[in-house]
Protein backbone atom coordinates (compact mmCIF):
# COMPACT_ATOMS: atom_id res chain seq x y z
CA UNK A 1 0.00 0.00 0.00
CA UNK A 2 1.40 3.38 -0.83
CA UNK A 3 0.22 6.64 0.41
CA UNK A 4 -2.69 4.72 1.60
CA UNK A 5 -4.17 3.49 -1.45
CA UNK A 6 -4.18 0.06 -2.72
CA UNK A 7 -3.93 -0.87 -5.83
CA UNK A 8 -6.71 -3.24 -6.00
CA UNK A 9 -9.20 0.09 -5.49
CA UNK A 10 -8.08 1.28 -9.54
CA UNK A 11 -9.10 -2.37 -10.69
CA UNK A 12 -12.56 -1.09 -10.36
CA UNK A 13 -11.85 2.72 -11.00
CA UNK A 14 -12.85 3.45 -14.89
CA UNK A 15 -10.86 5.83 -16.94
CA UNK A 16 -13.69 8.61 -17.07
CA UNK A 17 -12.94 8.56 -13.01
CA UNK A 18 -9.07 8.56 -13.56
CA UNK A 19 -9.46 11.37 -15.36
CA UNK A 20 -11.09 13.50 -12.60
CA UNK A 21 -8.81 12.30 -10.49
CA UNK A 22 -6.02 13.98 -12.75
CA UNK A 23 -7.25 17.16 -13.38
CA UNK A 24 -8.26 17.27 -9.56
CA UNK A 25 -4.91 17.14 -8.92
CA UNK A 26 -3.93 20.75 -8.22
CA UNK A 27 -7.12 21.63 -6.62
CA UNK A 28 -6.24 18.45 -4.48
CA UNK A 29 -2.52 19.58 -3.90
CA UNK A 30 -3.73 23.24 -2.54
CA UNK A 31 -6.48 21.63 -0.30
CA UNK A 32 -4.52 19.00 1.22
CA UNK A 33 -0.88 20.80 1.59
CA UNK A 34 0.32 17.03 3.49
CA UNK A 35 1.06 15.53 -0.38
CA UNK A 36 3.06 16.08 -3.51
CA UNK A 37 2.20 15.86 -7.48
CA UNK A 38 3.68 13.00 -7.86
CA UNK A 39 2.05 11.26 -4.63
CA UNK A 40 -1.33 12.43 -5.86
CA UNK A 41 -0.72 11.10 -9.62
CA UNK A 42 -0.09 7.74 -7.57
CA UNK A 43 -3.33 8.18 -5.98
CA UNK A 44 -5.17 8.92 -9.17
CA UNK A 45 -5.17 5.53 -10.58
CA UNK A 46 -3.32 6.96 -13.55
CA UNK A 47 -0.60 5.04 -13.36
CA UNK A 48 -2.14 1.55 -13.91
CA UNK A 49 -3.07 2.30 -17.16
CA UNK A 50 -1.86 5.66 -18.62
CA UNK A 51 -2.73 5.17 -22.20
CA UNK A 52 -6.13 4.98 -21.42
CA UNK A 53 -6.36 8.85 -20.21
CA UNK A 54 -6.05 10.80 -23.29
CA UNK A 55 -6.37 14.23 -23.72
CA UNK A 56 -9.48 13.89 -25.16
CA UNK A 57 -10.60 12.00 -22.03
CA UNK A 58 -9.18 15.01 -19.97
CA UNK A 59 -10.44 17.62 -21.98
CA UNK A 60 -14.01 16.13 -21.81
CA UNK A 61 -14.03 16.41 -17.66
CA UNK A 62 -12.42 19.94 -18.03
CA UNK A 63 -15.46 20.65 -20.09
CA UNK A 64 -17.90 19.32 -17.56
CA UNK A 65 -15.60 21.03 -14.56
CA UNK A 66 -14.18 23.72 -15.92
CA UNK A 67 -13.25 25.17 -12.64
CA UNK A 68 -10.79 22.52 -12.22
CA UNK A 69 -8.66 24.52 -15.05
CA UNK A 70 -8.12 27.36 -12.41
CA UNK A 71 -5.72 24.80 -10.32
CA UNK A 72 -3.63 23.70 -13.53
CA UNK A 73 -3.13 27.51 -14.58
CA UNK A 74 -1.92 28.25 -10.87
CA UNK A 75 0.34 25.03 -10.75
CA UNK A 76 1.95 26.00 -13.75
CA UNK A 77 2.68 29.77 -12.65
CA UNK A 78 4.22 28.85 -9.88
CA UNK A 79 7.83 29.20 -9.20
CA UNK A 80 10.07 26.64 -10.20
CA UNK A 81 7.34 24.78 -12.25
CA UNK A 82 9.83 25.35 -15.32
CA UNK A 83 8.01 22.88 -17.47
CA UNK A 84 5.04 23.68 -19.53
CA UNK A 85 2.66 26.98 -18.52
CA UNK A 86 -0.75 27.57 -19.47
CA UNK A 87 -1.46 31.36 -19.35
CA UNK A 88 -5.56 31.74 -19.89
CA UNK A 89 -6.83 35.01 -22.11
CA UNK A 90 -4.70 38.10 -20.93
CA UNK A 91 -7.22 40.53 -19.62
CA UNK A 92 -5.35 43.88 -21.08
CA UNK A 93 -5.54 42.06 -24.73
CA UNK A 94 -7.82 41.83 -27.45
CA UNK A 95 -7.00 38.29 -27.88
CA UNK A 96 -9.10 35.27 -26.70
CA UNK A 97 -6.86 32.73 -27.29
CA UNK A 98 -5.14 30.68 -24.19
CA UNK A 99 -1.30 30.79 -24.47
CA UNK A 100 0.69 27.21 -23.89
CA UNK A 101 4.33 27.46 -23.55
CA UNK A 102 7.07 25.57 -22.87
CA UNK A 103 9.81 27.55 -22.28
CA UNK A 104 12.61 24.94 -22.88
CA UNK A 105 11.58 24.90 -26.35
CA UNK A 106 11.01 28.83 -26.50
CA UNK A 107 7.96 28.24 -28.40
CA UNK A 108 3.95 28.88 -27.72
CA UNK A 109 0.83 27.44 -28.72
CA UNK A 110 -2.58 29.36 -28.82
CA UNK A 111 -6.12 27.75 -28.03
CA UNK A 112 -9.64 28.93 -28.55
CA UNK A 113 -10.26 26.90 -25.83
CA UNK A 114 -9.39 26.50 -21.91
CA UNK A 115 -10.11 23.04 -21.78
CA UNK A 116 -8.58 21.90 -24.53
CA UNK A 117 -5.62 23.45 -24.00
CA UNK A 118 -5.50 22.72 -20.41
CA UNK A 119 -5.83 19.23 -21.56
CA UNK A 120 -2.60 19.38 -23.81
CA UNK A 121 -1.33 20.78 -20.67
CA UNK A 122 -2.56 18.83 -18.02
CA UNK A 123 -1.42 15.27 -20.21
CA UNK A 124 2.22 16.39 -21.00
CA UNK A 125 2.91 17.31 -17.01
CA UNK A 126 1.48 14.00 -15.62
CA UNK A 127 3.99 12.48 -18.43
CA UNK A 128 6.47 14.42 -16.96
CA UNK A 129 5.69 13.46 -13.44
CA UNK A 130 5.44 9.49 -14.35
CA UNK A 131 9.00 10.00 -15.82
CA UNK A 132 10.11 11.21 -12.43
CA UNK A 133 8.08 8.19 -10.68
CA UNK A 134 9.65 5.97 -13.12
Same mark, same amino acid.
Given at each position: &???????????? &????????????????????? @??? &??????????????????????????????????????????? @???????????????????????? @??????? *?????????????????? *??????
Amino acid at each position: &MQYGVSWAKFES &MGTREIAEAVCRMPSEFYERR @NIS &MLGLLKESGYLQDPDAVTEEELERVFRSFPDLIDGWVRICDEP @NRYHWILQPPAATSDSSDWVVIYP @NERKYDL *YSEGAKACAFVTKKKIER *YRSIIG
